[in-house]
């Protein structure tokens, strides 16, 4: 039974990057307007997620890392209309059997917070009380130890893992409004360095202010569809001849109802219209996709980054029609 949990929880959990995601969405899920994200060593040694969302009950605290375990899915229905980050209740139970798990939470009504150390099983095994704030903590060290292969393929390409979460985070300080994030990695022997900081401002275009500087924004044009009552696109792209020649990963983010998505098509077609200043030239794209919740399947990966539309043919023939006009000749 261990082993089989431990391959399953290897699909849920990919690499640091779906660890840290499905941690950030629980947070958001909890109300929190501020998150920390703490790594040590990039992320081979432990990384933990501090959030002051709604923390979690102790009535929680034996299921909270069992698989199925979730507090989201008040019924069935709920599946169909899906509004939270997550809700599979597989995140707690696939980082135990993957790593070491602690969990630190208060609530309201709570004068303490509880600190919880899970076996790979998802048992509480340790239970002991705490100062905290309210909110949650949640501690993941050695990730992938459980999988010796994994966890030397892990610590061979952590500097790929680190790079990969550091454009995942980007993806969050673009797309989240009203929460602050942080994220600081300490190595070797230097103090604690921060690597991300946002204010948690209200819009679109001030996230990406703060992300990439006003310079950047300033070359960049507003997009705005809509499609139908319950189905719009909004975003910002380059303007035509002020291309990154950079790394397309860095620079193009996608977003399905607020939350980081790939979009391959989308992006094939963004390349596909912009007109570069030169062929090495591609578009910055930051877009977000806002459809009813129940034409977009999300189940359709485990990490929950590839989407499914039911109306995708439509929406993308309307995205091609914006992008035509932007980057026609005669645009202003
Ligand atoms: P899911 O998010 O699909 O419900 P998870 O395994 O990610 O499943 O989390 C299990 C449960 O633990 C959640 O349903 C929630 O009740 C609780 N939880 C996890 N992280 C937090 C957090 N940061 N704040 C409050 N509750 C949390
Ligand atoms: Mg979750």
Wanted: charged letters at 25%; glycine letters at 8%; a positive charge.
């Amino acid at each position: 039974k261990g082993v089989v949990h431990r391959i399953c929880a290897g699909q849920v959990i990919l690499d640091l990057s779906s660890a840290v995601k499905e941690l950030v969405e629980n947070s958001l899920d909890a109300g929190a307007t501020s998150i920390e994200i703490a790594l040590k060593e990039y992320g081979e040694e432990s990384f933990q997620v501090i959030d002051n969302g709604s923390g979690i009950s102790p009535n929680n605290f034996k299921v909270l890392a069992l698989k199925h375990h979730t507090s989201k899915l008040a019924d069935f229905p709920d599946l169909q209309s899906l509004t939270t980050f997550g809700f599979r209740g597989e995140a707690l139970s696939s980082l135990c059997a993957l790593g070491d798990l602690t969990v630190e939470t208060r609530t309201k009504n709570e004068a303490v917070a509880t600190h919880l150390t899970f076996d790979h099983s998802g048992q509480v095994t340790a239970e002991r009380k705490t100062a905290r704030q309210i909110g949650t903590t949640v501690t993941v060290k050695k990730l992938f130890s459980s999988l010796p292969v994994r966890s030397k393929e892990f610590r061979r390409n952590i500097r790929k893992e680190y790079g990969k979460l550091i454009s995942l985070l980007n993806a969050y300080a673009l797309i989240a409004k009203g929460v602050r994030l942080l994220c600081t990695n300490s190595a070797g022997r230097s103090s604690k360095s921060i690597v991300l900081k946002t204010q948690g401002s209200g819009s679109l275009k001030d996230n990406i202010i703060t992300v990439f500087g006003m310079s950047t924004f300033t070359c960049l044009e507003p997009v705005s569809i809509c499609i139908s009552e319950t189905c719009k696109v909004d975003g910002f792209l380059s303007k035509s001849g002020y291309g990154s020649g950079r790394n397309l990963g860095d620079r193009q983010f996608f977003f399905v109802n607020g939350r980081p998505a790939d979009m391959p098509k989308v992006s094939k077609l963004v390349n596909e219209l912009y007109k570069g200043a030169n062929s090495k030239q591609y578009p910055i794209a930051i877009v977000d996709f806002t459809v009813p919740t129940r034409s977009c399947d999300v189940n359709v990966a485990p990490d929950k980054r590839k989407i499914f539309f039911s109306d995708e043919g439509s929406i993308l023939l309307s995205l091609r029609e914006a992008l035509e006009k932007i980057y026609s000749p005669s645009h202003a």
